[in-house]
């Protein structure tokens, strides 16, 4: 689930806030991540990326959100997560878009990043499962997966 209703724009240039100005192309297998927004969340005071999700014919999937940092400080939401539109899912665009997202964390120094998901979706679980770990943490809703950087 992505954070957008609950998001601020960024204030002042994306470098001030630790954020590259250029994410390069992210992109895996059939998905791309396009550069949507910068944000910042004034409830874990991060500053973050929301990338729209592209399918290969272009068509908008979803929409994932990226902060980096530690994940003591990033909390309950993790660095990464976001949605698959419906008509879409299935496809692997979730899956790819994790794999895309690793060459950001590496570029910003992370060694691994945590994504979360609800325990009700399944598809999205095994689909993390595919590409790391679950990891334990204590929330009633949500499962966190922690994915290799490299």
Known sequence: MTTS?????????????????????????R?????????????????LYVFKLLADDGAVVGQYHFAPGDPDQVGEIGNAGGHVDAAYRDKGHSKDCIKALKSLAWRHGMASFIVTCPKSNGAA??????????????????????????
């Open 31 to 47: 998905t791309r991540l396009d550069l949507e927004s910068y944000q910042y969340d004034p409830v874990r005071k991060l500053p």
């Open 125 to 150: 679980r095994t689909a993390l499962q595919q590409v790391g770990k679950e990891i334990d943490r204590q929330d009633g809703d949500m499962c966190f997966y922690e994915i290799p950087a490299t």
């Open 5 to 29: 209703q609950f998001l601020e724009q960024l204030a002042g240039a994306p470098v001030a806030h630790g954020l590259f100005d250029k994410v390069g192309d992210l992109q895996h297998g």
